[in-house]
């Protein structure tokens, strides 16, 4: 690639959001592409390889959705440090700008802008068949003319002119077109003209008049300048004042008249009904009344897919990993080697595996709902209320899909611009009661709330259930307005935002888009998962020298001495085994700090490894109380009931126990999953560290509380 | 004349033409976004309590909010 006079190879697909520049994307690239952040910021960068008429291959990324080169969020920041600094290495030799037929005047602003920064570009005129629909026609030619650009009008739904598009971006690299612009876009004031010069005379590297007018513009968010540079375009700045606002006004105002004369020119008249489709749905689905009904019934019905069609999908994933276990343990037989590939490594494969048939379900779901158009609506409708707590009408996107997984949700908080609110939507959506938390739950509401119902109707162990999902909501509520308080963001908060019009999703973006959220799970959030997995399983396996061999000669004898059948010795050969691991010294470690709590080293234990997931505590539970089947959660039940508290000589699991356990987990982030995922999104350890350190400490003290409080009023 | 008003002064159901993009944060989008003077737009619906706007401006539809819709100042169409 590249060698072509000192070209890189590097092209950029760039438009306004809403401009159909992602289908393009992946008609232009098939399969061949990857996806990951921009350098140093959580902004999703997606680049593949595009194949040129003549056999070179050219990698092309595509850019977020950008109205202008005066960014006003990350998003379209990230466009333009690319495009303002032709020193960096994401400098792109040639740009294909996407714009949409229907609104051909707002999108051309970008276009012109790019235009004077000196970049080749070639204009993809998208949705013609939907344009000409509504009455709307261009000549391309004359238009290409008009703006001096090579222009291709391409569908970008079936892929129907890419074929042209390709030839064209083969001929424009090498180096075929030599037209120039017909009339100056916009013209600068004598004042700005006079900055300019003494700018450009300071800056080598800059070659257009435009280029400098930016960097005056953005002079102190420029990071790619050098100190000194700065330093000496400050000077410069004082000599010339420079009203940065009202020259961008005045800038786009007149780039606009001259647009509005192009387009005027180049369109074909004729009349046409506009497509009034939209208008009608939107009457109802953003009705003041029956807009956050309905919003409210589809996510009901996200949350219920979510929750119930990856029930069966899962037990599968399940099913096959612990066959595979009992395989490889079959096949090398006991020792330390096929417990760690079953126990260890099998066991965290498939403990990342089994939330990929959630994953892919909501995502599907979340992909209609983006490509049908109807994602908008709901921030038009939610904006206030999620913006008194500090999050964004697209957080209850991820709020609600919280309840069935929290990664999922956190993954899917990435249509959140602001990365403010995207930060504290991640931050607090752990907080709603996942499924993971259901058998906890279930194991504890049993053991602690009566079966009656209230007056005949209702169960109390239903209302308890119930308020545990209150309770997690009202603490992500709570979390956000806190975090809102604290965070601070330079960012503007805006709403303004296009409601496009609705459209049948397209099967290519939807696959697209489960796809690499699917694979950039298993790819990041997968390693630490796999990680911490074996970490688990050596902490319950691995004692002090000795002192395992010790443990299982002593359950062998208590168990003869019993006189246990064989299930029952093995069974109990796993408690005192896990009781000696170095998970239950921690455990045991652990007993003077959660005293308070009411919880002994037993639970202890449970607390160790249900941090690899919440649903873990049963299990272990389960093997600490000897019992032979996990799943039997009767009689663990039983088992954890009966048991006494040798100092008061009461049921040890009473009220203020089972209460302050079960509070506990409403609040505390255990699961290593989602420490792993809120890290990936984030960018760093910073903000999962935190995120676990705040909700553990809320669970200590609430469940501290909780447990004194009882105890105190004697229960 | 008639008195100034923005479009959040503007009865849901009414066409309106830009006169005027005041200064705010998000002027640059505005503009950006089409909504710019001579522009006509619609005030199609607002959410409870006045706090986001549903407007029409040929051939889209957008969502801004109440402090968004009175950067813009409009005029009745005759």
Known sequence: ?????????????????????????????????????????????????LRLPDGQHLQVVDFPGTYSLYPTSLDERVVFDVLSNPRGADYPDLVIYVADALRLDQHLLLLSQIRDLGIPVILALNLIDAAASSGVRYDARSLATRLGVPTIEVNGRTGEGTGLLLQQVEQLYNGVWT????????????????????????????????????????????????????????????????????????????????IDQIVREVRIPETGDRN????????????????????????????????SWSTLPMEWIERIFSELGGGIKYALGEGWLSSLLADGVLA???????????????????????????????????????????????????????????????????????QKERLITILVTPFISCSARLPVYALLVGLMVPAGKVMGLVSYQAMTFMGLYILGAGAAMAGAWVFNRMLKTAEPGYLLMELPDYQVPHWRNVVFTVWSKVASFVREAGKIIIMISIVLWFLASYSLPGRMTQATETARAEATANGLDEADTEALIAAYRIENSYAGMLGKGLEPVIRPLGFDWKIGIALVTSFAAREVF????????????????????????????????????????????LLFYVFAMQCMSTIAVVKKETGGWKWPLIQLAVMTGLAYVVSLIAYQGLTAMGY | MTTPLTLADVRPGCRVRITRVEEHPSTGRLLAMGLRPGQIVTLVRRTAFGASFYIHAEFQQFGIRRDEAEALWVEYMD
């Open chain 1, 1 to 49: 690639m590249g060698g072509v006079h000192g070209l890189k190879g590097r092209i950029a697909l760039i438009g306004n959001p809403n401009s159909g520049k992602s289908s393009l994307f992946n008609h232009l690239t098939g399969l061949r592409q990857k996806t990951g952040n921009f350098p140093g910021v959580t902004v999703e960068r997606r680049s593949g390889a």
């Open chain 1, 179 to 258: 037209e120039q612009p017909q009339g100056a876009p916009f013209m600068m004031s004598p004042e700005v003209q006079d900055l300019i010069r003494d700018i450009r005379a300071e800056l080598h590297w800059v070659t257009r008049d435009f280029q400098a007018l930016i960097v005056a513009h953005h002079l102190e968010e420029l990071t790619y300048l050098q100190p000194d540079e700065v330093e000496r375009l400050r000077t410069i700045q004082q000599r010339h004042p420079f009203r940065s606002l009202t020259v961008q006004v005045e800038e786009i105002m007149q780039r606009f008249r001259h």
């Open chain 1, 276 to 307: 009034a489709l939209t208008s009608r749905v939107d009457r109802i689905f953003t009705h003041v009344v029956w807009g956050p009904i309905i919003f409210v019934v589809f996510l009901l019905f996200i949350f219920q897919a979510v929750f």
């Open chain 1, 348 to 418: 965290g494969l498939g403990g990342v595996l089994v939330f990929i048939p959630q994953i892919v379900l909501l995502f599907f779901l979340i992909a209609l709902l983006e490509e049908s158009g109807y994602m908008a609506r709901a921030v038009y409708l939610f904006d206030r209320l999620m913006r008194k707590v500090g999050l964004n009408g697209r957080s209850i996107v991820a709020l609600v899909s919280g309840t069935a997984c929290a990664i999922p949700a956190v993954m899917s908080t990435r249509t959140i611009t602001n």
């Open chain 1, 618 to 661: 049963v299990g272990t539970m389960a093997t600490i109380y000897s019992i032979g089947s996990v799943d039997d959660e009767t009689s663990i039940r039983q088992k954890m009931g009966a048991e006494l508290n040798p100092a008061t000589g009461q049921k040890r699991y009473n009220l203020p126990v089972a209460l302050s356990l």
